[in-house]
């Protein structure tokens, strides 16, 4: 079965600093890996994605993340983070199955505190 | 990009009542959709999915008779929460994709409360 860890359920930063998102995942096959943010009372907004390819993604914001197949990894990073992304983030796996993609497994998320 | 809508953004209702939840793909046709659940401070669990002019696929340990789900035409999906009870109050969120997607398309969520 699949699964996604995300070690650090609450990590503090100060505005300015750079900023490192941790996801290990477990799939049979290559996966579909996606990076989503989510403000209080609000649903999801799709930060990056990665189908195949180059395996250093970009995204909205500024974001960043690099798929490492060896580590089984997709980490998330920003060089500058900013009082607004304040938020939780959650790493996804997906698969593919009838020629599209499978629902998603979601990690625990990681709340982001950012520090003036 | 596309756009998916759900009604009602927030419905508070009495134990024992039943809540349908309304999904619907507003520019694109379909042909899978995904039914997840967020308690408070938690992360989204997959409960369902469903395509279109077929019956869903439960996740494990979801009761399809509690959680009705149907994906009649390619633009709407409803969930429907039978006989609701307090603990069914959650954040539900669906998502969806077309035939041969890559990526599904999340709504804004609707908030159930049961009291």
């Known amino acids: 079965a699949q699964s996604v860890t995300q070690p650090d359920i609450h990590i503090t930063v100060s505005e300015g600093a750079s900023l490192e998102l941790r996801c290990n995942y477990s799939?049979?096959?290559?996966?579909?890996l996606f990076w989503y943010v989510q403000s209080p009372g609000q649903g999801l907004q799709l930060l990056l994605k990665?189908?195949?390819?180059?395996?250093l993604v970009q995204g909205i914001k500024g974001f960043e993340a690099e798929f490492k197949r060896s580590q089984s990894s997709f980490n998330l990073r920003k060089p500058s983070v900013h009082w607004s992304d304040a938020a939780e983030y959650f790493c996804?796996?997906?698969?593919?199955?009838?020629?599209?993609?499978?629902?998603?497994?979601f990690g625990k998320g990681t709340h982001l505190i950012i520090q003036p | 990009g596309a756009v998916v809508s759900q009604h009602p953004s927030r419905v508070i209702c009495k134990s024992g009542t039943s809540v349908k939840i309304e999904c619907r793909s507003l520019?694109?046709?379909?042909?899978?959709m995904f039914w997840y659940r967020q308690f408070p401070k938690q992360s989204l669990m997959l409960m369902a999915t469903s395509n279109e002019g077929s019956k869903a696929t439960y996740e494990q340990g979801v009761e399809k008779d509690k959680f009705l789900i149907n994906h009649a035409s390619l633009t709407l999906s409803t969930l429907t929460v039978t006989s609701a009870h307090p603990e069914d109050s959650s954040f539900y969120i669906c998502?969806?994709?077309?035939?041969?997607?890559?990526?599904?398309?999340f709504g804004p969520g609707t908030r159930l409360t049961v009291t």
């Open positions: 990665y189908f195949s390819g180059d395996t």
């Open positions: 799939y049979g096959a290559t996966p579909y």
């Open positions: 520019d694109f046709q379909a042909t899978t």
């Open positions: 998502s969806a994709r077309g035939r041969t997607a890559y990526e599904q398309y």
């Open positions: 996804a796996v997906g698969g593919r199955s009838g020629g599209g993609a499978d629902g998603l497994t």
